[in-house]
């Protein structure tokens, strides 16, 4: 299957690789999900959609999006399962970019669960302050960090049930650290992902597990992963909570939502952000075959 040319990219002799993103300069507006269907008069109301339906066109958006992003991956920096772990854990109230700016001096002095479970809590607060609520993040990885020194011989624990024993460490963080550090298929609802999922009606349950339990049925669970990651990048790069980018979003037809963003396509291209717009991604230290700029360190211009 040729792959869909990224938003504002025209394909160039029918090569497949991914190119670095150019900012989208001509996107046609797209139509509504209902008045792109045959049949459909203007001004008339749409008819329920049923369940079977609304699968189909889920899976369809999600085959969508992999065209969109084959370059899909956790915007954290990691080398192995503790710093994901421990990046996640930050990653709450702040953005995985901050996160990525902070990592690198903490990863440092703390590179061990045995080296930050005897941190002294007020040295690493200093550390961690850039991602705010230091202190309850603190106490977090100090007593997650002990915690898998006293009860799992120094390793990150890859199973579900024992990683949300861990302090701090709820099903959405015990998800990534599975889906993107052992292989485990996991569903990340994030506030992205969650709003996303709404917005598109395949559910219009409120609370993550709930939510989990029934995009988990949608989807096989061998795409459980990287659905999330393609969820979440669209939801960061077009499809804003306050003003998605309508006019330049290629699932465009597929959304029940249309038209609560900008349609227009010229300015909705000015709303696209990362690669999408041009503009470095949140890892310092991206992924082969990232299209867009790597993120710049802390305290850099």
């Known amino acids: 299957m040729t792959k869909r040319p990224l938003v504002g990219q025209a394909p160039k ?87 990525n700016q902070t990592t690198p001096a903490l990863f440092a002095a703390y590179p061990t669960p045995e080296d930050m479970a005897a941190a002294v809590p007020e040295e690493l607060e200093e550390l961690i302050r850039p991602t705010g609520f230091f202190r309850a993040k603190t106490k977090s990885l100090i007593g997650l960090s002990m915690a898998i020194r006293d009860n799992f011989g120094g390793e990150v624990p890859g199973r579900l049930t024992d990683l949300v024993t861990l302090p701090g460490v709820g099903r959405k963080t015990a998800n990534v650290v599975l889906g993107n550090a052992f292989g485990v298929p996991g569903i990340t609802v994030d506030t992205h992902f969650a709003r996303l999922v709404r917005r598109w009606k395949w559910t219009e349950q409120e609370t993550p597990e709930k939510i989990e339990a029934e995009i988990g049925a949608i989807f096989p669970n061998s795409e459980w992963t990287m659905l999330s990651h393609r969820v979440i990048f669209h939801g960061r790069r077009i499809c804003h909570a306050r003003k998605p980018a309508c006019g330049a979003c290629p699932i465009a037809p597929l959304c029940p939502a249309y038209g609560e963003g900008e349609t227009d396509p010229e300015k909705a291209r000015k709303l696209l952000k990362y690669e999408m717009g041009g503009q470095p991604g949140q890892r310092l230290s991206p992924p082969p075959g990232f299209p867009g700029k790597p993120a710049p360190a802390l305290g850099a211009d």
């Open 13 to 99: 002799g029918g090569a497949k690789s991914v190119k670095p993103v150019k900012p989208a300069t001509s996107v046609k507006p797209a139509k509504s999900a209902e008045s792109a269907k045959p049949g459909v008069k203007a001004g008339a109301k749409p008819k329920p959609e049923s369940h079977l339906a609304m699968v189909r066109r889920a899976r369809r958006i999600n085959r969508e999006l992999a065209e969109l992003y084959p370059y899909a991956h956790p915007e954290l920096d990691f080398r192995n399962p503790f710093e994901l772990l421990v990046a996640t854990v930050l990653s709450a109230q702040t953005t995985d970019l901050r996160v």
